[in-house]
Structures are given as C-alpha cells and as structure tokens.
C-alpha cells in the first residue's frame, strides 16, 4: 500500500525508489495494511528490507495468503503457512496475522477456522474479516464465530463499508468499489486489547470524515478502557488515505488528549484535502 502511484510528490519523496518507500509511509502512518502477501508470500530479504524502515512500535497487518484462505480454506496449507511464517519472521511482534476470507466463507464453515487460529503462533496477534451476512445478521452464528476467535485470542475486524453504500457512486473510483466492496451491518465490538477497523468512506471528504464520527466515539472509549486500536481508512482511490488517517487521529486525539500523537512526516509540500 505504501507504493501508491498517486502518493510519490505529496506524501512521499518523487524520486525515492520504491524498496524505500515504506520508510517514508512511517513518517505519516505508524501501521499498515499488508494486502501484496495475499498474492503472492514475500522472500524473507524483502521483508528484512521492510523491517529495517520501521520502529518497534510500528504495526504491519499482513494478509494470509489466499491458497490458505480463499483456494484451499485452511485444508492441506502446512508447508504454504511455513514458509509464509518464515518469511514474515523479520517483523517480530511488529507483524498481525490478518486472515480475510471471502463471503461463501459461512457459519459452517467456523470449526475449520477455529483450529487453523488455534495452530498459529501464540507471540503473533491474530485477526479475521469475515464476509458472510450471517456473521452480522444471525445472533447464533454471530456468537458461533465470537467463541471461536475467543479461544484463539483473535480479533474480528469489521470493514465497515456502510457510508460508502448510502449513496450511488459518482466517479469510475466508486464505481470500482461499488461492485467489489462488502455491503455488511457495522460492528463495534472489540474481542481483545488490540482492536482493528478498516472503514471505507467517499471520494469526497466532507462524506467521510462525517462517516467515520461514530468510529472516533468508539475507538476514545476503547482507548479509555486500555485497549490499543489500529484504524485504517480507506476511500474508492486512497489517493488521500494517508492525510485523511491523521486526521480521523487528530478527531480522536481531541477526545482523548493523552493519546500520543504521530510521527513526523518528512518534509514535503503541504498535503492538502481540498
């Protein structure tokens, strides 16, 4: 994600290489979303390379890959998840291990999942997105996955796409995310000390960031109950995601005075949202 085509000029150096990049995504950010480990599993000097340009503190949530999730769900995947593990070893605590799985990913299929979690590493956090409506619309397959997770210390994250769908698109962006993102109930509960919510707002900005003022409530009262959250936000494009992050932390931060605040970014022009 820190390679975005549009970022290099406004939040990025323009003629830093891209095997550099990241280090100055942690300038604005202090987590990511690691969505190109789904295709394809890292060599291990690559995510060296990466664990070089963050600190400790930093969090990377890098994706399953989907012959485990999506092809072959959970069933026969010991040597992919070997060497997925190895090569993620570089990230130490700093990485979450983030299953996403698709929507015909149901209730039944929940015991599958249950002892795939419970077979990952106990120093790694662990996290899932789940698709299926019945997760959100059932109360019995809603407690069903919440048992499961609980017994692996894993997170449900909720990719809140609700802003997003209360209006037709309005540009080839939205259009795109229209037809691919998840149409689901929000959900605001939280499973363990370290939280995760991916949101996806609107080309314009007035729309999302009044979107996303439920989360800001949310996440100081979990910030006051001493849970850690990580919050991602999304637009159809992300031309605008890193700005548009620091400044839901900026709604939060005013909520919650005592929260740190981000790092510095590097010297650039002015971001600007407007």
Not at 95 to 114: K, M
Not at 148 to 165: K, Q, R, S, Y
Not at 168 to 178: I, K, L, V
Request: charged share 25%; hydrophobic share 40%; with cysteine.
């Amino acid at each position: 994600m820190w390679t975005h085509k549009a970022w290099p000029g406004r939040f990025l150096p323009q003629s830093l290489p891209a095997k550099e990049r990241l280090r100055a995504y942690a300038g604005w950010c202090n987590a990511v979303e690691g969505n190109t480990t789904f295709y394809a599993t890292p060599a291990r000097n690559t995510v060296e390379a990466w664990a070089q340009q963050i600190d400790p503190g930093f969090r990377f949530v890098v994706k399953l890959p989907k012959v485990v999730t999506h092809e072959r769900r959970f069933v026969g995947v010991e040597a992919e998840m070997r060497a997925f593990l190895k090569a993620i070893e570089p990230l130490g605590e700093r990485a979450v291990l983030w299953t996403q799985l698709p929507s015909s990913f149901g209730p039944s299929d929940v015991d599958a999942l249950g002892r795939f979690l419970r077979r990952l590493p106990t120093d790694r956090q662990r996290a899932v997105e789940v698709r299926h409506a019945g997760f959100f619309t059932n109360a019995g397959s809603t407690s069903l996955l919440e048992r499961a997770l609980a017994a692996a210390d894993a997170e449900w994250v909720p990719f809140d796409t609700t802003v997003f769908f209360q209006n037709p698109p309005t540009s080839e962006a939205e259009q795109d995310a229209w037809a691919k993102k998840p149409r689901l109930p929000r959900r605001t509960r939280a499973l363990t000390d370290r939280p995760i919510v991916r949101y996806l707002g609107r080309d314009s900005v007035e729309e999302t960031v009044e979107g996303w003022r439920p989360w800001t409530r949310v996440v100081a009262r979990w910030l006051r109950e001493g849970r850690s959250p990580t919050v991602f936000v999304h637009t159809p494009d992300n031309n605008d995601a890193p700005a548009l992050a620091r400044r839901f932390h900026d709604d939060v931060r005013a909520l919650v005075p005592v929260l740190d605040t981000l790092p510095e970014p590097e010297n650039l022009r002015p971001a600007t949202l407007f």
